[in-house]
Structure formats: C-alpha cells, structure tokens
C-alpha cells in the first residue's frame, strides 16, 4: 500500500462501491473499549456511522446512522470524522452525538428492542491513533478470486478521551484499524434492525464478560 491510499479514492462506477475506515481498541486499565466506523457509499446516496463502546460499568453504547452522502471527499458524516495526521501512521479520530446505553449487551440479540426501550444521552469520542507496525493487505482472497479487494489493516496505539452523559474517562490502549474501498454489497449479512450484521453481532456479550 502506499501513503497516499490511507487518503479516500475516485468512486468507482459500480453501484456499491463503498470506501470504510473502522478503529477498534480496549483499555484494560480504564475498563473501557470499542469501535468506530464511518463509510461512504456515494453512489447510493448515504453513508453509514457506528459507534460502538464497551464501558467500565458493563453496559454498551450504541449508535447506529445512514446519512446522506453524495461524494467520497472526506470520512466526515452525522457528528463523526477521520482524519489523516500523518499517512498510514496518525489519523485522529472523533464523535459528538447521541449514544444509546444499553444495560445489558447481551440484549442486543434482538436490537429493535434493546436499542428502543433504553435511554440516549450524548456521547464525546476524541482518538489520536498511531500505527505500531507496517499496515498489511487483507483482501480476503480466494480461488475464485479477492471477496473485498483494496483493504488494509494496522496495529495501533490510542489516546484520548471518552465523554458519555457528562462522564469523562481518559482511555490509552491498543487496537486495530481497517481502510478499504471498492464494491462491497453486504446484502447477505444485512440485518434491518441495526446495520450489517457483523456490527450488531460485535454489540452483543455474553454475561461473562461483563465488567462490573
């Protein structure tokens, strides 16, 4: 990969062409992990905006957008950004908007439900993010040829501050990232109630790893 693919890319003429950054990290001493994503598939005129934050007493903080989108100029859509610092070593990363706190993740087996009957308070995410190793291509190939081509993925460090409901943790940990662009159609794993299916599964628990 080079410096310049950390940047977004011309959108391509398929009508699912779709370019992604996603963070995820855990702070073992702040108690206190999670992950961000924002995409934007301009040819179908919206983008998608998830946060997802593991907090120190247990509980999940969820949000979930489809905002309109009609150009691939910068990862910066309903209160989220990406920004690139320093190409395929520092990006800075932040959210301001509403979280809905869920008590039990586990109930996210059925997010229409969970997300419906619990509480939304407004949430502060700032990240600076720091690459610790080369990125590396990940693009899923297989006999038949790439399932996602043009993806990376980094190991990393995080700084920063979390603000949920007026609650501030300073968090420091280590994660990973992921960029990737082309045509990417998740028809298969779509689930209605809260995204693709891979995010409502990675909200979900189980009891056992609950932090109290």
């Excluded at 301001?96 to 087996?109: C, E, F, K, N, Q």
């Excluded at 990240?127 to 040829?145: E, Q």
Aim: with cysteine; aromatic share 8%; charged share 20%.
């Amino acid at each position: 990969m080079r410096p310049e693919d950390d940047y977004t890319h011309p959108v391509g003429p398929e009508p699912h062409f779709n370019e992604s950054m996603y963070v995820h990290f855990n702070d073992p001493v702040a108690r206190l992990g999670g992950f961000l994503r924002i995409a934007n598939r301009p040819n179908e005129g919206r983008g998608e905006v998830t946060v997802c934050l593991f907090l120190p007493d247990g509980s999940l903080g969820f949000s979930y957008a489809r905002p309109e989108v009609t150009s691939n100029e910068a990862f910066d859509s309903a209160g989220m950004a990406f920004r690139v610092r320093e190409p395929l070593r520092h990006l800075d990363v932040s959210y301001a908007g509403p979280l809905t706190l869920v008590a039990d993740p586990a109930a996210m087996d059925d997010p229409r439900t969970a997300l419906g009957g619990s509480p939304t308070v407004e949430a502060v995410v700032e990240l600076a993010v720091h690459g610790i190793a080369p990125v590396f291509d990940h693009s899923f190939d297989t006999d038949g040829g790439s399932f996602a081509p043009n993806h990376y993925e980094q190991p990393l460090s995080v700084q920063g501050r979390i603000v949920v409901d007026g609650v501030e943790t300073a968090v420091g940990g280590h994660g990973l990232r992921d960029h990737s662009w082309g045509p990417r159609s998740w028809q298969g794993v779509c689930n209605e109630n809260g995204g693709s299916g891979d995010v409502v599964s990675s909200a979900r628990r189980p009891a056992s790893g609950h932090r109290k």
